[in-house]
């Protein structure tokens, strides 16, 4: 029986925005009281032409003017509250949804498109950078535009018209622009995340591209990537540019044209000489905010299509989200499996039936490229599966929380990666709350402990980006503690002895058995037959497909024997007799 989370709990980033609901509700108050205090302007010019210079009184100008700078102050300062309060929203999502985002690098999504989970990233930046623009504050005052349309109807029903008809005009270029610049927006996104990706590679790999002569090449391709993203930027910034130009040319021109109407209203002695001064600036407040909104619509277009990405993200990972289930114990089935790299719909496994009972250890051999390591990621949930069933005490693993499923597994894969940090770090796989008895009795489980106190710092020893300070040999018993860490169930190896020496692989030998012994499951994915010793299951894959399943002893026994007859004189599994007489190739070493 599967229990998940109710329907009704919202994704993560639903619930942040949720919390910033009364700060939002604050910033719309508070741009209602800056759009009123907007009409002070105006009405100031208005008492000026109309009361002040036919009375020549000079106490009421005194009067207006320490008036208007006071509510002048008033607006500032509320204009400061509201921008400190936005970007404080953003940086509150940020933070909330920071770890999410960055989890989703590591998301088999993301290794099909590696793009993807830096995506994620940038999107929470984008979202964050756009909090602390002035694009919200323009968005919240936007709907005031009708308060002061309703005051320049109360002026006269022309000015009212005039201003509505340039509003309308000012929002058709709005449309406009949203629609040209969303493509290319969405264009250029992309083609930094491959720039970005380019670099990352290229530093991760930096000796390899030096000595072996690809930088010019790769620099090549860089400057084209780069020439792709800088034409989209032109692209948006042509829009930009040009309708931002246009609507400003056209609300200085519809600011002239008020004024106009206003001079021949006044003429007709239908409005006064103060509403002719006071209407063209309502007009033009009126306006502005469209204009900014066209100024920073290409902030405002990148962070709309980041934010619609992260919902969709949060609540992908709202329904993977599951209650916690008991700890397995018992067994690791394997159903029908077929399984495709990700993002790809041709299987590298097809059909994969087996089960492995506690206290067992399975060899997994077969030719390179026969689907062993795609077994091994299937296994462990690092790629998902196209069919089939992997159940864990009876449970897909598919049903587990993410982390809780990832406590009961440990993982040492082919292309192995170390963290920056202390070696003790990398064992605890850089949990905070982790104990030093686990690591330590990690370590001594993997034959490690006195490996490790050699080290300059012992346990406190820095291994750098990568481990760059160990050896190899180093770095893969190290990988196998981190795998061995907080005594897993499952434990998936793949090719664990594959740049060990002797005494290296004795130790894995050791810990195999350990895991055996302690009721643990092991999952080894082996080219040297030093890997099957401890293992008490072997499985042929070839062509993506099990092809035997057998005791490793029945195996071993069944290599020198050519006529399908073990030792013993009893016949065996042909496939069994088959697998054996090229066991010593599979592995790539003959068993002594």
């Given amino acids: 029986m599967t229990f998940t989370v109710s329907r009704r709990e919202k994704p993560l980033l639903q619930k942040a925005i949720s919390r910033c609901r009364s700060a939002l509700v604050g910033v719309a108050m508070v741009s209602a009281i800056i759009n009123i205090l907007f ?150 996104t992309l083609w930094s995340l491959q720039k970005s990706h380019l670099a990352e590679a290229v530093a991760r790999n930096g000796e390899a591209v030096r000595v072996m ?29 040009g309708f931002g130009a246009l609507s400003k040319s056209f609300r200085m021109f519809l600011q002239s044209a008020i004024l106009a109407l206003s001079a021949y209203l006044f003429i007709l002695g239908e409005v006064t000489s103060g509403m002719i001064v006071a209407s063209g600036i309502l007009v033009s407040r009126a306006l502005a905010p469209v204009e900014l909104s066209i100024a920073h619509w290409k902030t405002f277009v990148a962070a709309s299509q980041s934010w619609k990405r992260l919902k969709k993200t949060f609540s992908a990972r709202a329904r993977q989200e599951r209650l916690a289930l008991p700890g397995p114990t018992t067994r690791l089935d394997v159903e029908g499996l077929f399984v495709a790299a990700p993002g790809s719909h041709s299987p590298l496994l097809s059909q994969v039936n087996f089960s492995v009972t506690a206290g067992s250890a399975l060899a997994i051999i077969g030719p390179s490229a026969a689907g062993k390591s795609t077994l091994a990621r299937a296994l462990v949930g690092a790629w998902p599966c196209m069919r089939g069933e992997i159940r864990l005490d009876g449970t897909l693993i598919d049903h587990w929380n993410t982390d809780v499923f990832a406590s009961h597994v ?37 034959g490690v402990h006195d490996m490790i106190l050699k080290l300059p710092e012992g346990y406190e020893t820095e291994i750098g980006e990568g481990g760059v300070v160990l050896s190899t040999g180093q770095r893969q018993r190290l990988g196998l503690v981190r795998a061995l860490f907080n005594q897993p169930f499952l434990v998936v190896l793949d090719e664990p002895n594959s740049s060990l020496d002797q005494v290296g692989e ?85 068993h002594p």
């Fill in 410 to 446: 440990g993982y040492l894969p082919q292309d192995l990666e170390l963290f920056a940090g202390t070696v003790a770090e990398n064992i605890a796989r850089f949990d905070p709350n982790a104990s030093a008895d686990a690591v330590i009795a990690a370590a001594m489980t993997a």
């Fill in 213 to 241: 002569g690809m930088g010019p090449h790769l620099a090549r391709r860089w400057s084209n990537l780069g020439g792709s993203y800088i034409d989209n930027q032109l692209r948006l910034s042509d829009i930009g540019a």
């Fill in 39 to 188: 009409l002070a302007g105006p009405l100031f010019m208005l008492e000026i032409y109309d009361r002040v210079l036919p009375s020549r009184s000079v106490p009421t100008l005194v009067s207006l003017l320490l008036i208007l700078a006071f509510l002048y102050a008033c607006q500032g300062v509320l204009d400061v509250i509201r921008n400190r309060i936005l970007a404080r929203i953003g940086a509150y999502l940020d933070r909330v949804a920071s770890e999410t985002c960055f989890q989703q690098v590591a998301s088999p999504s993301a290794k099909a498109h590696s793009n993807e989970g830096l995506l994620a990233l940038k999107d929470l930046d984008q979202v964050r950078a756009f909090f602390g623009s002035a694009g919200p504050g323009a968005l919240f005052d936007l709907p005031w535009i009708p308060l002061y349309m309703l005051v320049c109807f109360t002026f006269h029903p022309w000015i009212g018209f005039a201003a509505v008809i340039g509003a309308l005009v000012l929002l058709a270029m709005t449309l406009a622009t949203d629609l040209s610049s969303r493509a290319p927006s969405q264009e250029a």
């Fill in 506 to 590: 004795e130790a894995l030998t050791a810990a195999i058995r350990a895991v055996r012994d302690r009721g643990g499951i092991v999952i080894v994915v082996a080219h040297r037959a030093s890997a099957l010793e401890a293992c008490d299951q072997i499985m042929l894959l070839s062509d993506g497909r099990a092809q035997m399943l057998e005791r490793t002893r029945d195996v071993i026994r069944s290599v020198p024997v050519a006529s399908g007859m073990n030792g013993k004189g009893r016949r065996i599994n042909p496939s069994v007799a088959q697998a054996a007489s090229e066991l010593p190739q599979l592995i790539g070493e003959h």
